[in-house]
């Protein structure tokens, strides 16, 4: 072998080694990226749980806000009935608590809340969860209620809600009160009155007190017996 052929097999071999050296090199930062990326992601995931922990709402006002739609769920004729009967299968009562919980996140987006857009997740649940379709107007009416109480929670006034839902909330908003660490000694007067003076309070809420005055006659039946398709009509309560 003359010395011509040993130059050019150690330029070769050279060659090969720095190319070998370059994909080496190459394949380290591509892992270096990937890390990177993979951490950019983390820590943003990290971030966005973090804001919506942050922008969950805490303290009293939340808390008796939830309360607050809880007591309307509780005496709304037209879901208690489905609860009742069961028309949205054996998970009824797990639906209607998920049809509360869909109207609260509307809560938490950070955006003004309209009656409508509760009174669309009430009907659409209702009808189609429940198997039920309230004729007498009461989805829009606890939307409404819903708003209202809304309103009064953040601007905390809490003796107005109790007026509005009875006097059986004034136990619940001061439990609320003091587990949030509110050391205030206002206390929450529950009024006279069963309920508000609110017309469309009074054909909504049914009082607890008269449930004993039950009415046997078929005409005067709050709903229908199910249709050959399952579903229940809850009729009006206007003459």
Do not use: H
């Amino acid at each position: 072998m003359n010395y011509s052929n040993i130059v050019q097999q150690n330029l070769e071999q050279q060659i090969q080694q720095q190319q070998i050296q370059q994909q080496q090199e190459q394949i380290l930062r591509e892992q270096q990226i990937r890390q990177q990326i993979e951490e950019q992601i983390k820590r943003g995931q990290q971030n966005q749980e973090s804001t919506e922990v942050d922008n969950r709402p805490e303290g009293e006002y939340w808390q008796i806000f939830d309360q607050a739609v809880l007591r309307i769920f509780k005496e709304w004729t037209a879901l208690q009935l489905a609860i009742t009967n069961e028309w949205g299968g054996n998970k009824t009562s797990e639906r209607a608590e998920d049809m509360r919980q869909d109207v609260l996140d509307l809560f938490l987006m950070g955006k003004q809340v309209y009656s409508d857009q509760i009174e669309k997740i009430l009907d659409e649940c209702l009808s189609q969860d429940l198997n039920t379709v309230a004729e007498d107007d009461s989805c829009k009416q606890v939307a409404t209620l819903i708003i209202q109480c809304y309103n009064l929670a953040i601007n905390g006034a809490y003796n107005d809600m109790v007026t509005l839902l009875g006097p059986e909330t004034a136990s619940v908003i001061s439990s609320c009160i003091k587990g949030a660490g509110n050391d205030s000694d206002d206390e929450i007067d529950a009024p006279e009155s069963e309920m508000g003076d609110d017309d469309y309070d009074d054909e909504m809420m049914d009082d607890d007190n008269n449930n004993n005055n039950n009415n046997n006659n078929n005409n005067n039946k709050k709903y229908s017996e199910p249709d050959e398709d399952g579903w229940v009509t809850v009729n009006s309560k206007r003459r």
